[in-house]
């Protein structure tokens, strides 16, 4: 049969574009130490080829998926003839060396996607993509010699593959891995912008205006591809909860944190001109982080929720290639960086310091999670036992943080850059300030069930607060002849970007005061009640699907008054082919709260052990991601990355430093 | 010094001082939350302190499953086959808890050296084995041979 040979073509392919990424690394390295131009004009098509390759390499994996072609090693241990045919292909990512080779694919696509940038000098989209070449040519590397998902399983083919694991047999997890990759690795374009301006020495504000819209992409991607895989383990897990600062989290939040705030920084950078060493160093940072994200989760050094392969050699040639990437590129930053001068002042009441605040939060949130991510690793090699640091950890110290965050996030937008006299701020902020005091610490707060708790009249302030002055700011900007619509799409973006984060915060106070989980006995036509709420296990049922067998209670739910909203229908799943229990949960959901039931164990005939959670505006937190992600969009559309005009003012700024 | 010499040098104070500041937070906030690992050995041995938070775990022991059908109760106990303990627990088990397999609870031990779990963890993946597990049993010279390490295929 054909299809028996399409592996090894898959495996050519990615030799080739290894290759590839070979070329698109070297030449123009060699081409700009040597000044040849020519040399220099091999980067694109090199750019180009390795993305084809790398197309092709994947097409022909996920042929074999759909093919249910077993000899791979790969798709027989992640695959199943009977997973329905998109399930088949999402099992493609589903496992270490096919996410590999989405990651790869995934640079590429975006190394192609820099490569059709127009505008961009000839020199320094070689260099960039130069720099892309490498962080290829080492995944590559990677993927060739210790994780190939072409690897055969000769000569004794399984009948069947041992099914894709069924926690991943879910549509969340079809876009989940692609929407964090293309997070992750957009941070490298970033990364390289960083590094070719360091290579060059031209460190101009220029290449923080090319710089923006990239990093804002992959912050938008990053952004929904964490709401998704925390949305994921809300229904998925069966546990109820949507942040567990599990390494894994703590993995994406890293370079979540570094990235928002290396957008951030590279609007002063862009803008006023300064501050310019630490934007580079946050680019360095924030792509370094999403390596060591990556190393924690492959190597299988962390104990996490998530079990991924342990193998020390794969683990060994990711801590080298982490450590050659970070070397290297902070080398590269140390020689070059002393060179830089800004010639700008700023008053230390500005928009400009407010930023820089912004950042220290945020990359002092950013070490915290790292600190309590690696300290057991620490320990362990230390000698010292085995720890593991729990989520109060990180709440004793990520909640202040994010407070204080938001405090600057409502001051930000209404200062101006360079200076501004604290009479003027004080006119822009004092109602906003009031209304938030009054309304958000005092009165919102006892409206939910008719008491006063401090952390709720903190968030809801913090709440208010983003959302005053934002509004404030949009209405200013509103304040021309053509009115709103004259808003541009960045200040817009902002706008949505705060608004998001203000619903994330609003939606965690809500949930996490007010939110109610148990774990309950439910006996056959007795009522339990979990916050006013009565539920009543009515009936038993079994069943079978079609790969697995199901015991499925029907649960009535009641509302306070007594009238009947909903009947549940949890199940408890077990996969026949790997033997695996799943929990199927029951969401009754809205915007204000969510009913959630799952089932544990048969404790007798007619009565279960009941997972029962009562979730107030937990759905916030995830909207707040997509509307924040959303103003990502709206300030990447902006038109001053393409109008001209702001391409001659950004020459202005260039020669004259503002 | 210049004006804006005095200013560079109040930001890189105030960033310093910050950062300073945050990370001697960060190590006192580690010191009083985190949990150590005990095997049943240890515990058995009063290693363990009673009454703090600790982590514990083992194999859990064929058979040694008992629930309470009238309310949430479960005990079961774990071994690094050397020692045993009990562990007592109010909610409901994870899916992937089983017989015979590793699991890893978080609590404090009572007077008669039983582990009152407020969480038991056990992996999404069948052929997983919690690594303190896995290193108490290497420990005590019982590790099994197919079980731990085998590949594992789950991703988030």
């Known amino acids: 049969m054909e299809v028996l040979y399409l592996p090894e073509f898959g495996q050519f392919a990615l030799i080739l574009a290894l290759a590839m990424a070979c070329v698109q690394a070297f030449l123009p390295l060699i081409g700009s130490f040597t000044r040849q131009p020519l040399w220099l004009a ?282 050659v990437t970070v070397g290297a590129s902070l080398l590269v930053y140390a020689l070059r960086v002393p060179n830089l001068k800004a010639r700008v002042s700023y008053s230390l009441l500005s928009k400009d310091v407010l930023l820089l605040a912004n950042n220290l939060i945020l990359v002092i949130s950013s070490i915290m999670v790292l600190l309590g991510t690696l300290y057991p690793l620490i320990l362990d090699a230390l000698g010292s036992g085995k720890i593991s640091v729990g989520p109060p950890y990180f709440n004793a110290l990520f909640v202040p943080l994010m407070l204080l965050l938001g405090v600057f996030m409502g001051l930000g937008p209404l200062t101006d850059w360079k200076q501004m006299q604290w009479q003027k701020l004080k006119k822009k902020i004092w109602l906003a300030g009031v209304i938030t005091l009054v309304l958000g610490f005092a009165v919102l707060p006892w409206v939910y069930d008719g008491e006063w708790h401090l952390y709720v009249a903190l968030g809801l302030t913090l709440v208010l607060w983003i959302f005053t002055t934002s509004f404030r700011d949009l209405w200013e900007a509103s304040r021309t002849k053509k009115g709103w619509l004259g808003i541009s799409r960045s200040r817009l973006g902002m706008f949505f970007g705060h608004l998001g984060a203000a619903l994330i915060v609003l939606g965690v106070t809500m949930v996490s005061n007010y939110g109610e989980e148990r774990d309950l006995r439910m006996q056959i036509d007795q009522p339990v009640e979990v916050k006013g709420y009565q539920f009543t296990l009515k009936k038993l049922i079994h069943r079978e699907g079609p790969n697995y067998i199901a015991d499925r209670a029907i649960v009535e739910v009641h509302n306070p008054k007594g009238r009947l909203i909903n009947t549940l229908t949890p199940e408890k799943r077990l996969y026949t082919v790997r033997g695996m229990p799943m929990t199927q949960v029951a969401i009754e959901w809205g915007f204000l709260k969510d009913i959630y039931v799952a089932m544990g164990e048969e404790l007798t005939a007619d009565a279960w052990a009941m997972r029962v959670h009562y979730k107030p505006f937990v759905r916030w937190l995830w909207l707040g991601a997509l509307i924040a992600a959303l103003g990502g969009v709206l300030a990447i559309t902006d038109r001053r990355y393409s109008s001209k005009k702001a391409q001659e003012q950004l020459t202005a700024i260039n020669k004259g430093g503002v | 010094m210049t004006p804006k010499r005095k200013q560079k040098l109040m930001l890189i104070g105030l960033m310093v001082g910050g950062l300073s500041l945050a990370i001697g937070l960060t190590l006192y906030a580690l010191s009083s939350n985190i949990n150590l690992f005990y095997a049943p050995t240890q515990i058995v041995a009063g290693e363990a302190p009673e009454g703090a938070e600790i982590r514990a775990g083992g194999m859990v022991v064929e058979g040694s499953v008992e629930r309470d059908t009238q309310s949430m109760k479960v005990r079961f106990a774990v071994t690094d086959y050397n020692q045993e303990i009990w562990i007592n627990y109010e909610k409901i088990l994870p899916d992937l808890f089983r017989e015979g397999q590793g699991v890893v609870a978080v609590g404090r031990l009572n007077d008669q050296g039983e582990l009152m779990a407020s969480q038991v963890l056990a992996r999404h993946d069948e052929n997983y084995m919690p690594p303190e597990v896995a290193e108490a049993l290497k420990l005590a010279g019982e590790m099994p041979e197919a079980a731990p390490f085998i590949r594992n295929t789950s991703n988030k």
């Open chain 1, 42 to 323: 091999y980067a694109q098509p090199a750019a180009w080829a390795q993305f084809t390759l790398l197309a092709i390499s994947f097409v022909l994996l996920s042929l074999s998926f759909l093919f249910d072609d077993f000899s791979l090693a790969y798709t027989a241990a992640n695959s199943n003839s009977a997973l329905p045919w998109f399930y088949k292909l999402s099992a493609v990512w589903g496992a270490h060396e096919g996410s590999l080779l989405l990651w790869l694919l995934i640079l590429a696509g975006w190394t192609f996607a820099v490569s059709l940038s127009r505008g961009l000098p000839a020199e320094v989209l070689a260099r960039v993509l130069s720099v892309l070449g490498f962080v290829s040519v080492g995944m590559l590397l990677f993927v060739v010699f210790t994780s190939n998902p072409f690897d055969r399983i000769l000569p004794r083919i399984p009948v069947d593959g041992a099914d894709l694991n069924p926690l991943l047999q879910d549509p969340g997890l079809i876009f989940h891995p692609p929407l964090l990759y293309m997070g992750y690795v957009g941070f490298a374009v970033t990364f390289a912008f960083a590094l070719a301006a360091l290579w060059s020495g031209q460190l101009d504000s220029a290449w923080a205006r090319w710089s923006r819209p990239w990093t804002t992409s992959a912050w938008a991607f990053l952004t929904v591809g964490i709401a998704l895989g925390s949305w994921w383990a809300y229904y998925e897990l069966g546990w109820g909860g949507w942040w567990f600062w599990d390494p894994v989290e703590n993995a994406s939040l890293m370079p979540w944190l570094t990235g928002t705030a290396l957008m951030h920084s590279l609007a002063i950078t862009e803008k006023r001109g300064v501050f310019k060493s630490w934007t580079l160093l946050l680019a360095i940072f924030t792509f370094s982080l999403s390596l060591v994200g990556f190393f924690l989760v492959r190597s299988g050094v962390l104990n996490s929720v998530h079990a991924f392969a342990n193998d020390p050699e794969r683990g060994f040639f990711l801590l080298i290639l982490l450590a």
